[in-house]
């Protein structure tokens, strides 16, 4: 069996907002997957982006803290990153290279930013890269709206050359059978 892994990225409360794409959608799935990985004794691994001080995404200020209808319960980890990927000085490669974690269930905020990243550079230090359909999302930019990212990401640039990009069923399937 692989050990996996629940990482939920960004997921914070400045972000998670209505104007994200499939946002009920998103919001049920990511709900789903945690919970059914701390039913299967699955880690759930959150990462919080902090812009700085002085930046309204930043330790302490309001809306930094991961989203209420996500939020950590006690036990769980939490790093917090200051670039897009959480590989990179958060001490998440560490913890899970320590704990034999193989394979990574990303789920988060957003799309086109922090979950490219973590995509690519998860990839490229060997874990089996899972991303779940409608478990990310972004807002509108001024190339693509936030649906055509969401799909430019998932089912162009990730699937079947960093990740595979799988439905739902599959996904909790891979994890009840952690």
């Known amino acids: 069996m692989t050990k ?12 998670t907002t209505e104007k994200l794409y499939a946002y009920d959608t998103y919001i049920a799935n990511v709900r789903d997957l945690i919970a059914e990985a701390r039913e299967n004794g ?3 691994i959150y990462v919080r982006h902090d812009d700085g001080e002085g930046k ?38 560490g ?44 807002f509108d930019n001024v190339f693509m709206t936030a649906e055509q990212t969401y799909r430019y990401y998932n089912d162009f640039i990730w699937q079947n050359r960093y990740a595979r990009c799988v439905k739902m069923a599959e996904v909790l399937d891979m994890i009840r059978s952690k």
């Open 95 to 138: 913890y899970l290279l320590e704990k034999g974690v193989k394979r990574l269930v990303v789920t988060g905020l957003q799309t086109d930013y922090c979950i490219d990243a973590t995509v690519k550079c998860g990839f490229e230090r060997g874990f089996e890269m899972i991303v779940p359909e409608y478990c990310n999302s972004t």
């Open 4 to 15: 996996t892994a629940l990482l939920v990225i960004d997921a914070q409360e400045l972000m």
């Open 56 to 93: 309204p995404l930043s330790k302490g200020n309001e809306g930094f803290d991961v989203c209420g209808q996500f939020a950590p319960e006690a036990g769980e980890r939490v790093f917090d990153k200051y670039v897009n990927s959480p590989f990179r000085d958060s001490g998440l490669l």
């Open 42 to 44: 699955a880690e759930v």
